[in-house]
């Protein structure tokens, strides 16, 4: 795993490392070589989220693949792996897909109780405008503790669901030619 990024949205938020866009793209291509180097000619690349990160690897996807057309470089999100039906299961359940994972693999981060308590500041209009103009706004003064929705539904079982699902379809990924 890469357990860095360049998402400057959550740096004000303690313990995300952040760096810069030229070395994460530098990152992921040593990954790349290195196991084009061992012998891998196709690289399934699983970015849990996406955004700024997922971008990116993208970027340095397309720029490695120009130099090695020989190897086959999938990048897929969460969001991409899961079919349309647990998609919409997790909806209807008023669920959220992280939230759900880390209830089942750290269920002491996750503080389901503090959900109806957070104050979320500002209104979605000023947070569409600071995220698109990028006007000087901290994220966190939006979202306090991460937290943007209440998902009352989420649960270890659902995150249990998508982890299955995700793996059942990285690996029919890893088999296609």
Not at 46 to 70: D, I, Q, S, W
Request: glycine share 8%.
């Amino acid at each position: 795993p890469i357990t860095l990024g360049n998402c400057s949205d959550f740096s004000y938020w303690p313990g995300y490392i952040i760096v810069d866009t030229q070395t994460l793209i530098s990152i992921f291509k040593y990954y790349c070589e290195s196991l084009r180097n061992q012998g891998f000619k196709r690289l399934i690349f699983f970015c849990c989220m996406g955004g700024n990160v997922f971008n990116t690897l993208r970027l340095a996807a397309g720029e490695y693949f120009k130099r090695h057309p020989e190897v086959d470089i999938v990048l897929v999100t969460l969001a991409q792996v899961l079919n349309s039906q647990t998609i919409q299961m997790i909806q209807k359940q008023q669920a959220e897909m992280v939230t759900s994972i880390m209830l089942l693999i750290k269920p002491e981060l996750v503080h389901m109780e503090r959900l109806g308590k957070v104050k979320i500041k500002g209104s979605i209009g000023e947070l569409r405008k600071a995220f698109r103009f990028r006007e000087g706004y901290r994220l966190s003064e939006f979202f306090p503790d991460a937290v943007n929705r209440v998902y009352k539904g989420s649960s270890g079982e659902i995150g249990l669901r998508i982890i299955k699902e995700a793996a059942n379809t990285l690996v029919e990924l890893s088999k296609e030619r």
